[in-house]
């Protein structure tokens, strides 16, 4: 039995809904055929040229990736480019790409639930002010400290960053992956105590400081990676134990050493 990329493009579409994208994103397929019948499949948070040659060296043809290998408008795809030589190498190994960015954040199950639930938070639900943030109590209530230690051993990181000023005590979080310091306001808004989120801007650090929330940053990738293997659990329950390869890429840009 074989499966085309269009049928995982659906698998995608029940999971992290693309109507949920946001306007400005680029979210989809952005590189192949609907048609081109599936041998393989890797998950990755982002289409590097390394991902490409591990999905080429594992026979796989479709990589399902988080952050759109094409976001901006190109007007050309040459290998003059760091985008255009990716485009080219996975073109050149036959190798198709679905994005799937604010939808996989934004979806039921997606990588702000995730992170929430993987942060310990309970009766979590999505903010009235986006459908990018969920909002989660901790029961019972932490001390800072200790929500901070939680955090590191949940996500199996070393470090987490934290407002200079901060409550004595945690219990309602607003949380967001990636980059969601532009929901600063919306954090706030929200009656958080706390507004755990992957990386901020220095700017933005200071723009907190002044609403008076505190923010926890745990890195970018640390935030978004989490959702691969839940992403790959439940692709496999729909492929019905269809035998070929489907691995996950987990590298991140940078390493810590």
Avoid at 64 to 86: N, Y
Avoid at 166 to 183: E, N
């Amino acid at each position: 039995m074989s499966i085309t990329v269009g049928k995982i493009y659906e698998y995608v579409d029940e999971f992290a809904p693309f109507l949920l994208a946001e306007e400005r994103d680029n979210s989809g397929l952005l590189v192949g055929s609907k048609d081109a019948e599936v041998k393989g499949i890797l998950l990755a948070l982002d289409v590097s040229l390394d991902a490409v040659n591990m999905a080429a060296e594992q026979g796989a043809n479709l990589i399902i990736s988080h952050h759109p290998v094409i976001f901006d408008p190109l007007s050309e795809i040459t290998d003059s480019t760091a985008t255009g030589r990716v485009v080219l190498s996975a073109i050149k190994n036959g190798i198709n790409i679905i994005c799937a960015h604010t939808n996989l954040d934004a979806a039921e199950q997606g990588i702000s639930y995730t992170l929430a639930e993987m942060a310990g938070l309970e009766d979590i639900y999505t903010s009235e002010f986006s459908k990018l943030m969920r909002i989660g109590e901790l029961k019972p209530a932490l001390k800072t400290e200790e929500f901070i230690l939680s955090l590191k051993q949940r996500l199996k990181i070393d470090t987490a960053y934290i407002s200079r000023n901060h409550p004595d005590k945690i219990k309602t979080v607003a949380v967001v992956s990636g980059r969601g310091c532009s929901l600063l306001n919306e954090a706030k808004l929200s009656g958080a105590d706390a507004f755990l989120l992957g990386e901020i801007k220095y700017e933005n650090q200071v723009y907190a400081d002044i609403l008076d929330i505190c923010v926890i940053s745990c890195g970018h990738y640390e935030t978004e990676s989490i959702i691969l293997p839940r992403l790959k659990n439940y692709l496999q329950t729909r492929l019905n134990g269809l035998q070929f390869n489907l691995g996950v890429y987990e590298e991140a840009p940078m390493l810590k050493k």
